[in-house]
């Protein structure tokens, strides 16, 4: 592998929907200097939201026409791959996100792929939210799409006290969710006995409000793109620590 001027510590591969607006400007934020990132675009399906009954049926299909994209980035020889897509990554439980994340990582042959559902698992124990501990979940989704993450979690070993979906229609819906929006579906889910809040669906742009939550009230609220950028920066042996994104990146 060549050496590059600008990503002299890691050239990152990222994968995001057509429609997605957020993970990139937020990964931005969050790469350490000597780290550069890539971008490529799925061609995602427009899922049908006229009725849940339809998006879960939808949902069944998977992620389609990822591995396509994944070859568009292998030519500039990417230390890492990033899926910037989680709702299929939590499809099947944890057995499911493992399978998924093998099949793609097999296809990049030796470049690995990171998958948000596991990131977040890994986010989560390093900040000592293990098995048993009670969690919340805030999800962009439909009932349907806000279940599969929840079984996700549950099949982690974590209890789910509460959750909230906030049914956005469209993927450009999610990204326009507003700054009360998100505060406010914190303060719905957040109890005495919840332990971490955890926010999925890479499209909602939760990644500048989640640390000013956390600081608030005194527990780990956790973003996905920032769980997710942590875990593969951290699997490449970079250990920067940063303020601004929380105690993930602050301290570990």
């Not at 990222?14 to 061609?43: C, D, M, S, W, Y």
């Not at 897509?85 to 439980?93: K, N, Q, V």
């Not at 956790?222 to 970079?238: E, F, K, M, Q, V």
């Amino acid at each position: 592998m060549s050496k590059d001027y600008l990503g002299f510590r890691a050239k990152i591969g990222v994968l995001v929907p057509f429609t997605n607006t957020i993970v990139q400007p937020e990964f931005e934020l969050l790469k350490p200097r000597g780290v550069t990132n890539h971008t490529a675009r799925i061609p995602n399906r427009k899922r049908p939201t006229h009725s849940d009954e339809a998006y879960a049926e939808a949902m069944k299909e998977g992620a389609v026409g990822t591995e396509d994209v994944i070859d568009r980035l292998l030519p500039l020889e990417p230390n890492l791959i990033i899926l910037g897509h989680s709702i299929d990554s939590f499809a099947g439980g944890v057995e499911g996100a493992k399978i998924f994340e093998k099949k793609l990582s097999e296809h990049a042959a030796s470049c690995p792929v990171i998958i948000p559902s596991l990131a977040m698992n890994e986010a989560l124990n390093k900040l000592g939210i293990c098995e048993k501990s009670k969690v919340s979940i805030i999800t962009p989704y439909l009932p349907s799409g806000g279940k599969q993450a929840m079984d996700f979690f549950e099949d982690s070993g974590f209890k789910v006290v509460s959750h909230i979906n906030l049914s956005c229609k469209t993927a450009l819906e999610i990204a326009a969710v507003t700054k009360s929006q998100i505060k406010n579906s914190i303060e719905q889910v957040n109890t005495p006995e919840v332990e971490a809040i955890v926010q999925v669906g890479t499209n909602l742009p939760f990644q500048y409000y989640a640390p000013i939550a956390e600081k608030e009230l005194s527990k780990p609220v956790l973003s996905i793109n920032t769980a997710t950028y942590w875990y593969s920066i951290r699997s490449l042996g970079i250990n920067d620590q940063m303020n601004g994104f929380g105690d993930l990146f602050k301290y570990y």
